[in-house]
């Protein structure tokens, strides 16, 4: 409820007797008005109006199959800087994660797999949802993490997906071209 001479809210409590019966209560009527006749303007402010949100550039559809991978500077858990420029010629897999995430908790055993099986492939993890560094630098210690893990990735997240879920997974060929993406993991389909 809003007090329409101060707009500010009202909180009603009803108080019911402890000896107050089933009946009684159970023939109260509460609220009578149908949300047809509902007329949310009373409740407002005088000069009050609805706008439309302005649109702030064009949002980037997701990056796809065939498109060059967008290059990044991030600084991993040791303090070295990573671009993605400095892999080419490399076959590179980009993952979106997050130690905070709890299907990405299971990723790095299957990463350190493909590299053990394809030592050839550069992985890189990036951390999407912008975690403190001792936190994440805790994880890729306890998580026994070889590959390079990179910080504050969430723009770098945007630009590559319009989807904030990890993990996402990127591979890029040895040109810069993205040759698969998929997001989610599961152990059956790894």
């Given at each position: 409820h809003v007090d329409k001479g101060t707009y500010m809210p009202i909180r009603y409590h009803r108080i019911l007797d402890h000896n107050s019966s089933m009946v009684q209560v159970s023939h109260v009527e509460y609220d009578t008005q149908r949300l047809e006749d509902f007329d949310i303007y009373s409740y407002l402010p005088p000069h009050f109006t609805f706008s439309k949100p302005e649109a702030k550039g064009v949002v980037k559809a997701k990056l796809r199959r065939g498109d060059f991978a967008p290059d990044f500077k991030l600084g991993d858990t040791e303090g070295r800087t990573h671009t993605l420029s400095q892999y080419r010629g490399k076959t590179v897999l980009v993952e979106f994660t997050s130690v905070a995430c709890s299907v990405c908790q299971i990723v790095p055993a299957f990463l350190h797999?493909?590299?053990?099986?394809?030592?050839?492939?550069?992985?890189?993890?990036?951390?999407?949802?912008?975690?403190?560094?001792?936190?994440?630098?805790?994880?890729?210690?306890?998580?026994?993490?070889?590959?390079?893990?990179?910080?504050?990735?969430?723009?770098?997240?945007?630009?590559?997906?319009?989807?904030?879920?990890?993990?996402?997974?990127?591979?890029?060929?040895?040109?810069?071209?993205?040759?698969?993406?998929?997001?989610?993991?599961?152990?059956?389909?790894?």
């Amino acid at each position: 409820h809003v007090d329409k001479g101060t707009y500010m809210p009202i909180r009603y409590h009803r108080i019911l007797d402890h000896n107050s019966s089933m009946v009684q209560v159970s023939h109260v009527e509460y609220d009578t008005q149908r949300l047809e006749d509902f007329d949310i303007y009373s409740y407002l402010p005088p000069h009050f109006t609805f706008s439309k949100p302005e649109a702030k550039g064009v949002v980037k559809a997701k990056l796809r199959r065939g498109d060059f991978a967008p290059d990044f500077k991030l600084g991993d858990t040791e303090g070295r800087t990573h671009t993605l420029s400095q892999y080419r010629g490399k076959t590179v897999l980009v993952e979106f994660t997050s130690v905070a995430c709890s299907v990405c908790q299971i990723v790095p055993a299957f990463l350190h797999q493909l590299s053990v099986e394809f030592p050839q492939l550069q992985i890189l993890s990036i951390e999407a949802w912008n975690m403190k560094a001792s936190t994440c630098l805790n994880w890729v210690k306890r998580k026994g993490v070889t590959h390079p893990y990179l910080l504050d990735g969430k723009s770098t997240h945007a630009i590559y997906t319009d989807n904030a879920g990890v993990p996402s997974f990127f591979i890029i060929d040895a040109e810069g071209k993205i040759v698969a993406e998929f997001t989610g993991y599961s152990e059956q389909t790894s």
